[in-house]
């Protein structure tokens, strides 16, 4: 049942899509201007004095969940994995070769798809090859997302364990036998847990754990089932996200049978799974990830060096993401980049030894502006606008923001958002309404009914 405070949530939240704000501007903004020359521009103009992070896209899986929106695709044999790796080394040998000095990296992310799809000789290959074009710091972060269903546990986490693999996303969604039936994607309570005690024992501790709310057949009694499952394996940090239903885009979503969820259910789920990990003692990062009071990441969300990137919540802090793979997507000081994302599209440039650019975007100085707020305001549910406009308002405009507070004033009369000294606050238990009110200062929102996800 839902109380008044998420009645009046409710009210405010609009019928519309609203963007995940993982960038700014968002993906649908890029467009085909940005080419490889402009990247090689780019990449030179890197700070040679600043860290730079790596996303590492590996986009095959062994089956495929029918709510996945990821660049992806399903493979029955190793054969395309390694030829892909082949070009993947290409395109890092390319990316190193227009940059002007051996660059520090703070922070590797291997995502997909389900990098952990890689037999060790191939992940051994990628690691090697970075060490050798890039200066891999110490205490750099090295992270990879985990399919427990399908991971040959001892040896290759020993292989993640001599790499130097820090910490491991697994990908749960939910327990329930009903909803994993229905999305493709059986795993039991006990693979998780088994794969979870191995990671420990090689001392790889910091773990991750995603899951999502929205899907067809949740309940509030098997979605607590689920929390009480995850709370048992005593994870650093877990991530609550709410499924992105867009068949136009990923149409073996077609494929999931049963009503999806409205913004009211998917409301419940998300207060349900909210309230149950801030009274196991865990700290609410931006509006849909937890972690540990001891958490690394909690340090940074304290000090104000927390990131928001196509990852998520990230605690590095640099500055430069360097995306590699197909579909990747890079973020630069000029703009941001994204690969091609039709393997292979994506190859075949590679052959041709050009940069497999697809799109991208340059930035603006108000897009550097506005996309600071919304950051602020995703990461810390606050921003001084006072200190924006100083560093930003170049043109002294007076009244900068007239509209965009105008279309907050409805959350600022219902009591979820604070306007004092210039500085604008969201309470703690409007963090539903967060992505609602970011996109109140996106300059290129529009309403569109096929594109972004449900506002909550």
């Not at 191995?198 to 929390?227: A, C, M, W």
């Not at 979503?253 to 196991?280: P, W």
């Not at 006072?386 to 009369?413: A, G, Q, S, T, Y």
Request: aromatic share 10%.
């Amino acid at each position: 049942m839902l109380l008044n405070k998420d009645k009046s949530i409710l009210k405010l939240v609009p019928k519309h899509p609203i963007p995940r704000y993982t960038s700014y501007p968002t993906a649908p903004n890029f467009h085909s201007k940005i080419d490889q020359n402009i990247y090689k521009k780019w990449l030179k103009n890197t700070n040679s004095k600043e860290k730079i992070s790596l996303y590492i896209h590996i986009p095959f899986c062994n089956s495929l969940c029918y709510f996945c929106g990821c660049h992806t695709c399903v493979v029955n044999k190793y054969g395309p994995i390694k030829n892909y790796v082949d070009y993947l080394l290409i395109e890092i040998e390319l990316i190193a070769s227009k940059l002007k000095f051996k660059s520090k990296v703070s922070h590797i992310h291997f995502g997909g798809g389900s990098p952990s799809i890689l037999k060790p000789n191939e992940l051994i290959s990628i690691m090697n090859l970075i060490k050798k074009k890039f200066k891999i710091i110490k205490n750099c972060e090295i992270v990879m997302e985990i399919d427990p269903r399908f991971f040959p546990k001892k040896d290759f986490i020993k292989v993640l364990k001599n790499l130097g693999f820090t910490r491991i996303s697994i990908g749960v969604q939910d327990f329930s036998l009903k909803v994993q039936k229905n999305i493709n994607r059986k795993l039991t309570f006990k693979q998780t847990k088994e794969l979870i005690d191995h990671l420990r024992l090689n001392e790889i501790t910091v773990i991750n754990i995603d899951l999502i709310y929205g899907l067809p057949f949740q309940t509030i009694k098997s979605f607590i089932t689920t929390l009480n499952k995850i709370n048992s394996l005593k994870p650093d940090r877990i991530s609550i996200f709410g499924y992105a239903h867009v068949p136009w885009m990923k149409k073996h979503q077609k494929l999931i049978k049963g009503k999806i969820l409205n913004n009211a259910e998917r409301l419940q789920l998300y207060r349900l799974a909210s309230d149950y990990f801030l009274n196991k003692n865990y700290i609410a990062i931006g509006i849909d990830h937890y972690a540990k009071q001891n958490s690394s990441i909690v340090k940074k969300l304290k000090n104000k060096k927390l990131q928001r990137n196509f990852q998520g919540y990230t605690e590095d802090e640099a500055k430069t993401l360097i995306g590699v793979g197909s579909s990747s997507i890079s973020s630069l000081s000029d703009g941001y980049v994204q690969n091609i994302t039709y393997i292979p599209d994506y190859i075949e440039s590679l052959k041709k030894n050009k940069l497999p650019i697809l799109r991208g975007r340059k930035f603006k100085n108000k897009d550097k502006m506005y996309g600071t707020i919304i950051k602020e305001l995703m990461c810390y549910l606050n921003v001084d606008l006072n200190e924006i406009i100083h560093k930003f308002n170049k043109e002294n405009e007076p009244n900068i923001f007239f509209r965009e507070l105008l279309k907050v004033k409805p959350f600022i009369d219902k009591g979820f958002v604070n306007l004092k000294n210039d500085i604008l606050s969201i309470k703690p238990e409007a963090r539903p309404l967060v992505r609602t009110i970011c996109s109140s200062f996106d300059q290129y929102f529009k309403v569109n009914k096929t594109k972004y996800s449900l506002g909550i």
